[in-house]
């Protein structure tokens, strides 16, 4: 009897906590349209200035209707840390994306998956290749493909974009993969190439009205205006075959006995008969690696090369500090603690120009309450990490490149390290952040101490925009890249 009045307590307390929720508001938003919301308003590129133009109006915690769907845009610090970091085990999970998890297959990915055991296995393996024990031999593959960038460089500058996708493709297909790539016209790095710009547009978020009216997903290809089952077929179709393709070169190369260090390599030799289940996560979580770090790092090349050209005094201090360090040699990646200021010019660059400004979606189990706003369950949360870097409360002069701003540290509440946010959120930061960060450092190092950066000229247009689906990009731009030796 006494079990049963507890029971009937906690049942009623339910209830009337329910009812109070019920009554408090959801977030201010957009009004949007009769049925659709704002799902048509929502651009398909550049899609987060569109939304931190909305947070001045509605605040920093937004709520935006997209047909049947409930999205909650976060656009301060104190909320992405309050939820994210703080509630991590309620907003951990993935929402059902279903242009690009269902229907272009993704969420069988780490990045995409839903949190659970499956994805924590798959975490479990990047950080374990990505840790401290491996740090040598991934500072070698950097280090050693970074010296061939430098004399591609030196031979043509003006390929300098070209030299940057084969430079991280290089780096990351013989980490995970011991593939070696000669050239930007390599077989594999075209098909990988495309495979990323198609995976990049179906998951931005509001491009496909799918998203918003998930049953039209059940819609015949065939069927006027479905050529967004089309592009899901083609996308799903081509990121498999890929996906595949580079796991049995791996694993080839291992039969002949002629196999380099790499993380496949290195999962099957520790261990001598996997499951078909186990060789399945392995070449999802492998493909992980190319898919999260190459198109993004890409990203981050080009604009510290846009900075350095478009800000010669501080290319003057960040080269002297490199010349200081070196003394007539390349850098190293063991180099970066004794190079702080060129950290900081880093660390802008990630501000500046996020390769991920919107970090991907995180989604909200159950029902919760925040700053006097009803959060719903199954609400797709967008941490809006451009509005966030560009936050004249937190940066000051957030359009103007300040390395020096991150000197001061005695304010904790002013210029926190850009770092913590460009990388993701919570119990969904990217593990392979490290892998980015040593790259960057060492191809901007290596550039510092062998060229000049100089007379951007933008090759669309007057000026150079950011742009892109889930990814951003500059512009297609020129530049001046002279030997430093010669000046």
């Known amino acids: 009897m006494f079990r049963l009045a507890i029971l009937c307590l906690i049942a009623l307390l339910a209830y009337r906590i329910s009812k109070v929720l019920r009554r408090l508001p959801v977030p201010p938003g957009p009004r949007g349209l009769p049925v659709f919301g704002s799902a048509l308003e929502i651009p398909k590129e550049c899609s987060w200035l569109t939304f931190a133009q909305w947070a001045k109006t509605y605040g920093p915690i937004m709520h935006v209707s997209c047909m049947t769907s409930s999205i909650i845009v976060l656009s301060s610090r104190e909320a ?12 951990s999970d993935r929402p059902i994306m279903t242009m690009a998890g269902e229907l272009a297959g993704l969420k069988r990915l780490v990045a995409f998956a839903p949190y659970g055991q499956r994805h924590r296995e798959g975490r479990k393996l990047i950080t374990g290749a990505l840790g401290p024990r491996k740090a040598p031999e991934l500072h070698a593959i950097q280090e050693a493909k970074t010296l061939v960038f430098i004399s591609r460089l030196t031979e043509s500058p003006a390929e300098f974009r070209t030299h940057i996708r084969w430079l991280v493709a290089s780096i990351v297909l013989e980490a995970t993969y011991g593939i070696t790539i000669d050239s930007y016209d390599d077989p594999f790095l075209l098909e990988v190439e495309k495979s990323l710009a198609e995976i990049s547009d179906v ?9 918003a009216i998930p049953s039209l997903k059940y819609v015949p290809e065939w069927f006027p205006a479905a050529s967004f089952k089309r592009i899901a077929r083609e996308t799903r179709e081509r990121s498999y075959a890929l996906e595949d393709k580079l796991y049995q070169a791996a694993r080839r190369q291992l039969d002949r006995g002629s196999a380099t260090p790499s993380f496949v390599a290195d999962l099957l030799k520790h261990n001598y008969d996997p499951t078909q289940d186990d060789h399945t996560l392995y070449a999802e ?3 992980m690696f190319y898919g999260a770090g190459a198109d993004t790092t890409v990203s981050s090349i080009l604009s510290f090369f846009l900075i350095m050209a478009t800000h010669p005094d501080i290319q003057r201090k960040a080269q002297a500090e490199v010349d200081s360090v070196t003394s007539g040699r390349l850098p190293i990646c063991s180099d970066r603690e004794d190079m702080p200021y060129l950290g900081a ?20 189990r159950e029902e919760d309450v925040y700053a006097g706003y009803r959060i719903p369950a199954g609400s797709t949360i967008l941490p809006n990490t451009w509005a966030i870097l560009h936050d004249p ?5 957030p359009d103007e490149v300040i390395p020096e701003r991150y000197y001061d540290c005695s304010n904790g509440d002013l210029n926190p390290d850009p770092q913590d946010f460009a990388f993701g959120y919570g119990r969904r930061v990217c593990p392979g952040r490290t892998l980015a960060e040593d790259t960057l450092f060492i191809v901007a190092a290596s550039v510092l101490a062998s060229f000049n950066i100089t007379s951007v000229v933008p090759l669309k247009g007057e000026t150079i925009e950011y742009r892109g689906g889930a990814i951003s990009h500059p512009d297609d731009f020129a530049c001046g890249i002279l030997p430093r030796r010669s000046t």
Not at 345 to 364: D, F, G, Q, S
């Open 80 to 91: 992405i840390i309050d939820l994210l970091e703080k509630k991590n085990a309620v907003y």
């Open 203 to 211: 998951s931005a978020p509001g491009a496909y009205l799918v998203d």
């Open 285 to 287: 979580v492998a493909v």
């Open 345 to 364: 010019v880093l660390k802008e660059v990630h501000r500046c120009n996020p390769v991920l400004p919107l970090a991907l979606p995180h989604y909200v």
């Open 393 to 397: 409360e937190l940066y000051p002069h």
